[in-house]
C-alpha cells in the first residue's frame, strides 16, 4: 500500500534508532564508571550476589583488624608477665643465697629481704595496672574475653590470663628473714615461675592464632575482591567496541532516516 500518512520505513528505523540509542548510553556510562553493574536494571541477580559479597569483605576487613587489637592485647600481657618472671627469677637468686648458712639472719638475710619486699610491691604493681584500651589483664578479672575474629556471628576467639599478682602467684608476704625461710621460698617462687612459664606459652600460642586468622581473613578479602569485581567491573575492551559498533549505527540510522523521509516524495509523481 501506499501511504504517506504512515511513514513505516521511518517508524522502523526510529525504532531501531532507539534501542541503539540505549546500547549507546549504556556503554558510555560503564566506559565512565568503570563498572557493568550500575544499577540493579543492569543486572538484577548480580547485583545481590555481588552486594552480599561486600558485606562479607567489610566484614573481613573489621575481622583483621579486630585480631591485630587482640595481638596488640596479648602482646601487651606478654610484656607484663615476662618483667613479673624477672622479677620472680630475681627474688629466687635472692632466697637461694639466704639458703647458704653463711650468712647472718642480721643484717644480711634483713638486707635481702627489703629487696624482696620492695620485688613483691613492684610484681603487685605491674600486675594491678597492666591493661589494655583500659582492660585489666593480670588482676584475675581477664577471663574468656572474645576477639571477634570473622565476618560471621560464629567466628570468635576467647582470652584469658591469670591473676598474676604476688597473692594469685602465691608468693604474697614471702619471706627470707631466716635460712628455713628462704629454703621455703625457693619452694613457692619455683611454682610461680611455673605459672608465669605457661602464661608466656599460652600468650604465644594466642599470637600465633591470631597471625594464622590474620593471614586467612587476608586472603579469602583477596579472593573475595576479585569475585566482586568480576560481577561488578566493566569489560573495558568490550565495552570500547559496544560503543563503537553504537556510533557506527548511529550513523547508518541517520542516514536510513533520511533515505525513508525521500522516499515519500516519489509518491508525489502520481500527481504529475
Known amino acids: ?29 560503564r566506559l565512565s564508571g568503570g563498572k557493568r553493574i550500575n544499577q540493579a536494571s543492569d543486572d538484577a541477580a548480580g547485583m545481590f550476589v555481588a552486594q552480599r559479597i561486600k558485606v562479607s569483605i567489610r566484614g573481613m576487613e573489621r575481622a583483621i583488624s579486630n585480631s591485630q587489637d587482640g595481638l ?60 589494655f584500651n583500659g582492660l585489666a589483664l593480670l588482676d584475675g578479672s581477664f577471663q574468656n574475653m572474645a576477639i571477634h575474629a570473622g565476618s560471621s556471628a560464629e567466628e570468635r576467639i576467647s582470652f584469658s590470663f591469670g591473676n598474676r599478682t604476688t597473692s594469685g602467684l602465691g608468693i604474697a608476704g614471702l619471706s627470707i628473714g631466716t635460712q628455713s625461710n628462704a629454703k621455703a621460698a625457693m619452694n613457692s617462687l619455683e611454682t610461680a615461675l611455673a605459672k608465669l612459664s605457661d602464661d608466656l606459652s599460652l600468650a604465644g600460642a594466642y599470637q600465633n592464632r591470631l597471625k594464622h586468622n590474620i593471614s586467612l581473613l587476608g586472603s579469602t578479602k583477596r579472593y573475595n575482591e576479585i569475585a566482586f569485581g568480576r560481577i561488578m567491573d566493566a569489560d573495558m575492551a568490550a565495552e570500547a567496541t559496544a560503543l563503537s559498533r553504537a556510533q557506527v549505527l548511529a550513523q547508518a540510522n541517520t542516514a536510513m532516516l533520511a533515505q525513508s523521509n525521500q522516499a515519500l516524495s516519489t509518491v508525489l509523481t502520481l500527481f504529475n
Not at 511513514?7 to 534508532?17: D, M
Not at 639466704?98 to 603487685?124: C, H, K, T, W
Request: hydrophobic share 45%; aromatic share 4%.
Open 72 to 131: 596488640g592485647l596479648v602482646s601487651t600481657a606478654e610484656s607484663a608477665i615476662n618483667e613479673i618472671r624477672n622479677i620472680v627469677l630475681r627474688m629466687r637468686e635472692l632466697s637461694v643465697q639466704m639458703a647458704n648458712g653463711v650468712y647472718l639472719d642480721s643484717p644480711d638475710r634483713g638486707f635481702a629481704q627489703a629487696e624482696i619486699d620492695q620485688l613483691l610491691q613492684q610484681v603487685d604493681m605491674i600486675a594491678q595496672n597492666a591493661n
Open 1 to 29: 500500500m501506499t501511504s504517506i500518512a504512515t511513514n513505516v520505513p521511518a517508524v522502523r528505523v526510529q525504532y531501531h534508532g532507539a534501542r541503539n540509542e540505549t546500547a549507546k548510553i549504556q556503554a558510555t556510562e
